[in-house]
């Protein structure tokens, strides 16, 4: 079955530091992935997609993602955090034409 | 050019009401896709609609119901509410590739919150 991981429900970190959120994927079809952002009592804006063009995927404000198929992930890095980027961050596979997402990471972000 | 967008924001409804939660797509999306978030998780899929028709279906029962539109808007209907259905509602549109198989990139509206007494 189609399912999603996402270790971690919460991660701390200091503005600054790297970002790294974790996602396994378990899919019998070529997955589509996805990373998006919510921030609080707002909808999901997509950070990136992964459509195996390229494994390293870049989005939007310094966020990246590199797809590895041996080992089913799609991790998003952030070199450096900023104060903003903390919110809920959800892990998607799109590969049935619906997504089916993570439980979701929640980022903190401290001075 | 306008994002998704739903109406209402914010609703509040009595067990065993009936609720309707509406979408209007992006601009040139034809597919229009309805999770739940219940509070403190991931969205769950609920049922997707192409030319007006459910085309895929999450694990939820038939209380639950929709509509497309010729316009590729859409609505999603609760019946006999419980108090399990309070959550936000998502709605997502895409664009359907026929020739590849596969949809687009879901674009998400900022949902409706629905709280059942």
């Known amino acids: 079955a189609q399912s999603v991981t996402q270790l971690g429900s919460h991660v701390s970190v200091s503005e600054g530091a790297l970002v790294l959120l974790r996602c396994n994927y378990s899919s019998s079809v070529p997955p589509y992935l996805f990373w998006y952002v919510q921030y609080p009592n707002q909808g999901l804006q997509l950070l990136l997609k992964?459509?195996?063009?390229?494994?390293l995927v870049k989005g939007i404000n310094g966020f990246e993602a590199e797809f590895k198929k041996s080992e089913t992930s799609f991790h998003l890095t952030k070199p450096s955090a900023h104060m903003s980027d903390a919110a809920e961050y959800f892990c998607a596979d799109g590969g049935y034409n619906k997504l089916i997402f993570g439980a979701g990471t929640r980022l903190a972000v401290h001075p | 050019d306008a994002g998704v967008t739903q109406s209402p924001t914010h609703l509040i409804k009595t067990r065993g009401q009936q609720v309707t939660l509406r979408c209007s797509p992006k601009?040139?999306?034809?597919?229009v896709s309805w999770y739940q978030q219940a509070l403190g998780q991931g969205p769950q899929f609920i049922f997707q609609y192409y030319e007006e028709e459910e085309r895929q279906r999450g694990n939820f029962p038939d209380r639950f119901s929709g509509h497309q539109f010729p316009n590729y808007s859409s609505e999603l209907n609760v019946n006999a509410l419980l108090l399990g259905d309070s959550a936000l509602y998502l709605c997502?549109?895409?664009?359907?590739?026929?020739?590849?198989?596969?949809?687009?990139?879901?674009?998400f509206g900022p949902g409706t919150r629905l709280t059942v007494l």
């Open positions: 992964y459509t195996s063009a390229a494994t």
């Open positions: 997502a549109s895409s664009y359907r590739d026929i020739l590849a198989g596969v949809i687009d990139t879901q674009y």
């Open positions: 601009s040139g999306h034809d597919t």
